[in-house]
Antibody, heavy 122, light 107 residues
Framework: EVQLVESGGGLVKPGGSLRLSCVASGFTFSDYTLTWVRQAPGKGLEWVSS????????YSPDSLKGRFTISRDNAENSLYLQMDSLRAEDTAVYYCARVGMTTVTDWYFDLWGRGTLVTVSS | EIVLTQSPATLSLSPGETATLSCRASQSVSSSLGWYQQKPGQAPRLLIYDASNRATGIPARFSGSGYGTDFTLTISSLVPEDFAVYYC?????????FGGGTKVEIK
């Protein structure tokens, strides 16, 4: 089955760190750019970070640079998000998503995991 | 940053009716706009890419149109499983951005 499964979420205090993981199955992981997208409770979607198939390119919005680091291990079919200096406003469900492979589907997200909840609170 | 504004925030319709959802971009994104559906407690699902192309497995009652700054998602003959929240997303410029969503609810 083609799927993405996230893990690693939980309750963390402000200023703390957390590492999220996403394991892929059912497709050739190393062929795809992968992405993290988050959704605060009751809110919309926010792009967090993306990494190219070989890890050569990494992308993230300026607002999150320096605190969040994306990485991957193609041998383990795994994607990671290291989150440091966490704030209350980082509380959200974090989704792992696959970026479409063709030129017309590039930078749209054609496969999503079920998400993992990160709660930042004292 | 390109801001995507979706309207209306909520659309109340009955099964069998047609839903028309709007997404307006703060600057031109050409045709680089997609639509997603999200049901409660579930991950989003890609419906439309590049304004008007249905993703794999998406029923023909979903259609997209538009170019530049104004885009529309049309859902013809709503069925119960279509009641959900819909988001647009642009890939024209960094950072990638999403609209705030339109909730299609049962009237």
């Amino acid at each position: 089955e083609v799927q993405l499964v996230e893990s690693g979420g939980g309750l963390v205090k402000p200023g703390g760190s957390l590492r999220l993981s996403c394991v892929a199955s059912g497709f050739t992981f190393s062929d795809y750019t992968l992405t993290w997208v988050r959704q605060a409770p009751g809110k919309g979607l926010e792009w967090v970070s993306s990494i190219s198939s070989t890890s050569y390119f990494k992308y993230s919005p300026d607002s999150l640079k320096g605190r969040f680091t994306i990485s991957r291990d193609n041998a383990e079919n795994s994607l990671y998000l290291q989150m440091d200096s966490l704030r209350a406003e980082d509380t959200a469900v974090y989704y792992c998503a696959r970026v479409g492979m063709t030129t017309v589907t590039d930078w749209y997200f054609d496969l999503w995991g079920r998400g993992t909840l990160v709660t930042v609170s004292s | 940053e390109i801001v995507l504004t979706q309207s209306p925030a909520t659309l109340s319709l009955s099964p069998g009716e047609t839903a028309t959802l709007s997404c307006r971009a703060s600057q031109s994104v050409s045709s680089s706009l997609g639509w997603y559906q999200q049901k409660p407690g579930q991950a989003p699902r890609l419906l439309i890419y590049d304004a008007s192309n249905r993703a794999t497995g998406i029923p023909a009652r979903f259609s997209g149109s538009g170019y530049g700054t104004d885009f529309t998602l049309t859902i013809s003959s709503l069925v119960p499983e279509d009641f959900a929240v819909y988001y647009c997303q642009q890939r024209s410029n960094w950072p990638l951005t999403f609209g705030g969503g339109t909730k299609v609810e049962i009237k």
